[in-house]
């Protein structure tokens, strides 16, 4: 079975400084990655994903993440904080069985931006 | 474009009622649907999936008769919770495959929160 570990289920940074958020994941085969945000009362919108090839992914607002199949992680980056990115960040996993490939959500991480 | 809907955003409803979500593709025909519950400050947990025309795929421990799910169209899918009592208060979101959309990718309503007095 598929799973995910976000460490920190809090993060707090400075605007300007560098936020990066960890994701480690389990899965027997290389699975779909995804990285999803959500702000408070909306649902989730897809901040970007990694199914092949290059391995650095680049998404919206900046942010990017890298997949390391040695290390089995997907840790979200992005140079400089915006106060507009406080919100909630959810890291995925999706097998790639064709069918309905379920995504298997981490725990979440509340990312915070001091001013 | 990929856009989700739900309806309602809020409800409030007595114990013992049941309550109907809709969840709808606007500009693209779904193949898929799922429907997570999110309880506060925690992640999501799936608890159906349901194609076009065809009866949904509950996950263990979700009780199909008292989440009702129904996927009539490629454009619509419903969430009735039967019965409803406090501790199915909750927010219910879906979210919608395209059909030939990218791998893996789903696509999320804004959510329906529920609260049962």
């Known amino acids: 079975a598929q799973s995910v570990t976000q460490l920190g289920s809090h993060v707090s940074v400075s605007e300007g400084a560098l936020v990066l958020l960890r994701c480690n994941y389990s899965?027997?085969?290389?699975?779909?990655l995804f990285w999803y945000v959500q702000y408070p009362n909306q649902g989730l919108q897809l901040l970007l994903k990694y199914t092949t090839g290059a391995t650095l992914v680049k998404g919206i607002n900046g942010f990017e993440a890298e997949f390391k199949k040695s290390e089995t992680s997907f840790h979200l980056t992005k140079p400089s904080a915006h106060m507009s990115d406080a919100a909630e960040y959810f890291c995925a996993v999706s097998d790639r069985v064709q069918g309905a490939q379920k995504l298997v959500f981490g725990q979440g991480t509340r990312l915070t931006i001091n001013p | 474009g990929a856009v989700v809907s739900q309806h309602p955003s809020r409800v409030i409803c007595k114990s013992g009622t049941s309550v109907k979500i809709e969840c709808r593709s606007l500009d693209f025909q779904a193949t898929t649907m799922f429907w997570y519950r999110q309880f506060p400050k925690q992640s999501l947990m799936l608890m159906a999936t349901?194609?076009?025309?065809?009866?949904?795929?509950?996950e263990q421990g979700v009780e199909k008769d008292k989440f009702l799910i129904n996927h009539a169209s490629l454009t619509l899918s419903t969430l009735t919770v039967t019965s409803a009592h406090p501790e199915d208060s909750s927010f219910y979101i879906c979210?919608?495959?395209?059909?030939?959309?990218?791998?893996?990718?789903?696509?999320f309503g804004p959510g329906t929160r529920l609260t049962v007095l």
């Open positions: 349901s194609n076009e025309g065809s009866k949904a795929t509950y």
């Open positions: 899965s027997s085969v290389p699975p779909y």
């Open positions: 979210s919608a495959r395209a059909r030939g959309g990218d791998l893996g990718v789903q696509f």
